[in-house]
């Protein structure tokens, strides 16, 4: 064993992470079990609950995933019918989305946070706090050599 890793501040760290992504995918767990659907659907219809006739562009942007992302979540949630997709009369290139019944008695049903727990707690960490993470993340990220292949994607799809 290295010596970082036997570092107690280490232990610690990992510890913690290891808490953070067992409850993430114990509340992920949740939203399926009693939902239906994944926790990244569920939170796509709580933004679309507060902002129907979003774009995919806009909705993609509002969860942190790629638009590709976000086009096929919403054809798998749009296939469950919890969703319909409109074109604009005055544009038909402009495709905007609304919750069908279904899509709104799912959403009833999710456990709070809809968002999900980290997206949640980040958003109500103070900004001073969330930068310091950041960049802190970032580095670990750095020492990791991580890829952003993952980074574009929902937790319900890792």
């Known amino acids: 064993m290295s010596a970082s890793v036997s570092n107690p501040t280490t232990?610690?760290?990992?510890?913690?992470?290891?808490?953070?992504?067992?409850?993430?995918?114990?509340?992920?767990?949740?939203?399926?079990?009693?939902?239906?659907?994944?926790?990244?659907?569920?939170?796509?219809?709580?933004?679309?609950?507060?902002?129907?006739?979003?774009?995919?562009?806009?909705?993609?942007?509002?969860?942190?995933?790629?638009?590709?992302?976000?086009?096929?979540?919403?054809?798998?949630?749009?296939?469950?019918?919890?969703?319909?997709?409109?074109?604009?009369?005055?544009?038909?290139?402009?495709?905007k989305l609304y919750l069908t019944d279904t899509g709104r008695d799912t959403l009833a049903k999710a456990p709070e946070p809809v968002a999900g727990l980290l997206p949640d707690a980040l958003a109500r960490l103070p900004q001073e706090v969330l930068s310091r993470l950041s960049g802190d993340l970032q580095l670990l990220a750095t020492q990791m050599s991580v890829q952003d292949d993952a980074a574009g994607r929902p937790f319900s799809d890792l």
């Not at 590709?68 to 604009?88: D, I, Q």
């Open 11 to 95: 232990h610690d760290a990992l510890r913690l992470f290891r808490a953070i992504y067992a409850a993430v995918r114990h509340h992920l767990q949740s939203i399926e079990r009693r939902c239906g659907a994944s926790g990244a659907q569920v939170w796509a219809l709580a933004l679309l609950a507060r902002q129907p006739g979003m774009r995919v562009t806009e909705l993609a942007s509002a969860m942190a995933i790629h638009p590709s992302t976000a086009s096929n979540l919403l054809a798998k949630a749009e296939k469950a019918g919890l969703l319909r997709r409109e074109r604009s009369t005055a544009d038909q290139r402009v495709v």
